[in-house]
């Protein structure tokens, strides 16, 4: 590949997690679908709080995890996403600044705040995300800087982005960007609720712009509305370019036109958070694909990053990924 | 023991933690002293995280954490300490009120953020506290409600408030109206150099007014500036009415008069992180002593709870104490 000063410029929202354990009757009472993810205004994020046990605060944010996971693995990175200027936004903006990945997108200095994703940690490791964008919802355009744009092999976003508006029209900018500098674009269905609300324009994007594509067996699934992974798997491959596709404890699999390469799960001694374990996925990949990785060597590389993560509570790392390979 | 609303009443600085590993090599680089508490002003304190890596945010403070483990053990308790109206501050007071701790101390409206601890974890498991004290400055005779504290048993207080002079007015105020209701009063050292600031007030307090004093070797020490632990112990049997001495892996020793109870340490299958071990042995003994339990069973539930909280990283209990007994 060409020489570039980023492996993976991130485009996502950037987001403070608070982490609470939680039990499946806590759920339904308050009417919330297990490991799935959902948008909530502020009331509803206060009101839910309320009720919600004590809690750890972390940074996350599906995308910065990810970055946070290519800067683990040695790679170089940088994020684009919108803070305001409040204490959560500092706290992201330090977190992912400390790993390493260059994050210079102004801070909103009005508006909402930086926005939060309350997690309720069930005793069998599944997550269930409540999402308040805040000042997600500031990104647009102007925060596109294409010579960043230009400056990375592969510029990757999350399917998240298309719940604010102008955020998704900063990313069909930074795609157009990436394309016109020779570079690579990617993306992630990043839920399966995301793929029903946005199908037939991430179809389109797959079929016409997208040069890797992630998601998890429900989002493939839910995309090409078939009720077979097989099924999904021959409609992937007749429209993306390649795609690595999640299946949890069955491992990944890998199409680029006629190959494909399935690749194990790393072994998980006890599953204790499955928070960012697609995030994981995608950096170990795309740090694999950036360096010049085949690509069963990239979908292995994503599964000792999803091992890692899911081990422990948050979604990012806490032992160095590149010590791990 | 006379009825009473809660078991105990705590008075402390409300802080949120910022839990960061780190080396030795970075304590000396940056001139901090392994395993105390330095109290840092604004500046330093953003020049300190800008140079620590990815952290995580757990709500802490010392009283703070030991009325966490009093609600943990299924005890009841009521808190006094001052956050801002900002977000750290909505963090701190939601986390304690989730325990089941009672705090309706007004947040300061004005004026410095909630206090922050940016606490470095080494390898070894010792933990070193850098504090940016912000709105517990704030803290003073007027957010004491004199009912409250006649409500309650006992009341507990950190030597660390005596860094704000009007955060210690509010202790002494609670300590003439907890004696007023017929209650106790409490407090613990903190911090060896905490003694070292003012180890005089603190030995006329233990002598006059305080009715179960909790400390370390080190502080203990330090106050009576002598040598050895058994030097200390005879100093304190002189002086206090009760004192409860923890000393790490050696166990605690509880001095009433002629009595001494020594305690062994409750089994820990591996250190992770020490913040928290000497508040939530004061929750055990709290618990016990004011639920009737004789001074060697207090012992026992503080090495308990301490045993808990050293397991893993931050200060609040992750399991219900009162599972553990």
Redesign the interface.
Known sequence: MTSAAFDVLGIGNAIVD?LSHTDDAFLSQHGLIKGSMMLIDEERAETL??V????????GGSCGNTM?GIASFGGTGAYIGKVRN???GE?FR???K??GVSFETASATSGP??ARCLILVTPDGQRTMNTYLGACTGLGPVDIDTKVVGAARVTYVEGYLWDAPEAKKAVLKAFDAAHQAGRLVSITLSDSFCVHRYREEFRDLIRNRVDILFGNEAEIKALYEVETFEEAMEATRKEAKIAALTRSEKGSIVIKGSETYAVAAAPVAKVVDTTGAGDLYASGFLFGYTHGKPLAECARLGGIAAAEIISHI?A?PEQALRGLV
């Open positions: 608070i709080y309320a919600t046990g004590p809690g750890v605060e972390v940074s946070a409040d204490q959560l706290v330090h977190d992912l400390a790993t705040a930086t948050g990012r």
